[in-house]
Structures are given as structure tokens and as C-alpha cells.
């Protein structure tokens, strides 16, 4: 498991489109999330396409933006995570045990276990829906007085 950039933009993407689609039957559109979530264009397609592959997000016709494949409330942080990430493990060792000598002994091992398996539960549990819910990081206003001055 690796939350890297990939991750961490795809999770605002997935926001971006739970918090902008509204009323609005056009969905939100590519550009309008890169200005929002400042990120490129380009770099934005290959986040759009793991997305899209993971049956995450759907964009009916060319003409119309993004939307939610399912409702915010049925999509899970882990599901955001594996649609950039195959491996849900810490450490190489709980997937493959054989690429550790001491895989069969290691006491190590089993605090990385336990711990990959309340992570594993929190992301389970934790909905978009709620995300996008919670007031604690609210900061949708500052963002889009950012983007006037653009």
C-alpha cells in the first residue's frame, strides 16, 4: 500500500467531482478540475483514466464532464486506493512471504500485519461520502477565490 501522488490526486479528484457536480447534468469538466486541484492537464489524464478503469468515475458522451460511477456514499477510500494500486500490503513480506528469509520467525512481521489490517478497515469503512461531509478541511472557499485570480 503507497499512498503516493497518484493516490493523494486521485482522492482529490474523486472530491472535486462529489462536491462539483451539483444540479449540473454536464458533469465536471477535466479543466475545471485541474484549476481547482492544480494539476496538470497531462498528468491529470493518467489520474482521469485509472479512475475511469476502475469503474470509479464514467463521462457519458465527449460533450459532457465526469461524474460518479456509483453514489459517494458506496465508494470507499480503499476503492479510490486500488484503482492506482494492486498491492494493499505495507510491506513485501505479508503478500510474499518468500521474499524475506525470515518471513516464517520475524516478529516484525506481525506488527506490520496488524497494522496493515486496522489501515485496511479504516479505508474500508471510510466513504466518500463522508470525506466530503466533514467540515473539518473545508476549504473549497479558498480555493475558489484562488482560481478568480487565475
Request: aromatic share 8%.
Amino acid at each position: 500500500m503507497r499512498f503516493n501522488t497518484k493516490v493523494r490526486y486521485g482522492l482529490r479528484v474523486m472530491i472535486d467531482i462529489a462536491l462539483n457536480n451539483g444540479n449540473d447534468c454536464k458533469g465536471v469538466f477535466q479543466k475545471d478540475i485541474a484549476l481547482r486541484q492544480k494539476i496538470s492537464f497531462k498528468y491529470l489524464d493518467h489520474i482521469i483514466n485509472s479512475l475511469k478503469v476502475a469503474k470509479l468515475i464514467v463521462r457519458p458522451s465527449l460533450k459532457s464532464g465526469y461524474f460518479l460511477a456509483r453514489p459517494a456514499n458506496e465508494i470507499s477510500l480503499l476503492d479510490i486506493e486500488r484503482a492506482f494500486n494492486a498491492n494493499d500490503d505495507l510491506q513485501e513480506c505479508l503478500n510474499n512471504p518468500s521474499s524475506c528469509q525470515l518471513s516464517s520467525c520475524c516478529k516484525a512481521r506481525k506488527v506490520w500485519s496488524n497494522l496493515n489490517s486496522k489501515i485496511l478497515d479504516f479505508m474500508k469503512s471510510t466513504m466518500l461520502s463522508d470525506i466530503i461531509q466533514s467540515e473539518e478541511y473545508d476549504c473549497n472557499m479558498i480555493v475558489s477565490e484562488e482560481n478568480q485570480n487565475l
